[in-house]
């Protein structure tokens, strides 16, 4: 007949069965030890993220801010692209009349 193997131990029992006080102490330490640091890593990372975030921000609204004004001046350069059109125009009806008023004045004074 067989036998059967012996149960595992509990979980985790036989990780550290073997270790004096001073070893587990030491290991307790060293894991309080390295939690603090992530602990300040993480706070650190959460206040540079913060930055980025008010940074990003910053640079959104700076954005929005020029897009207005491109906006605004795409708006009155039209607007003078408009005046000066009509000025061109009036300025041709002027020379046209003007033209048209010599061409009187010669053939009056033929």
Same mark, same amino acid.
């Given at each position: ?10 979980? *985790? +029992? *036989?990780?550290?069965?073997? +270790?004096?006080? !001073? ?54 350069? !039209? ?5 000066? !059109? ?10 046209? !009349? ?8 010669? +053939?009056?004074? +033929?």
């Amino acid at each position: 007949m067989m036998q059967r193997p012996p149960p595992p131990p509990p979980s *985790g +029992a *036989g990780l550290f069965s073997n +270790a004096s006080p !001073e070893e587990l102490s030491v290991l307790v330490l060293t894991i309080q030890d390295e939690y603090a640091k992530l602990s300040k890593d993480k706070a650190t990372a959460d206040e540079t993220i913060a930055d980025l975030n008010s940074q990003y921000k910053e640079a959104m609204d700076e954005i929005s801010s020029l897009a207005g004004t491109v906006r605004h001046l795409e708006s009155e350069n !039209e607007e003078v692209r408009s005046m000066m !059109e009509t000025q061109s125009v009036q300025f041709d009806q002027s020379m046209n !009349e003007m033209a048209s008023i010599e061409s009187m004045k010669r +053939a009056a004074d +033929a």
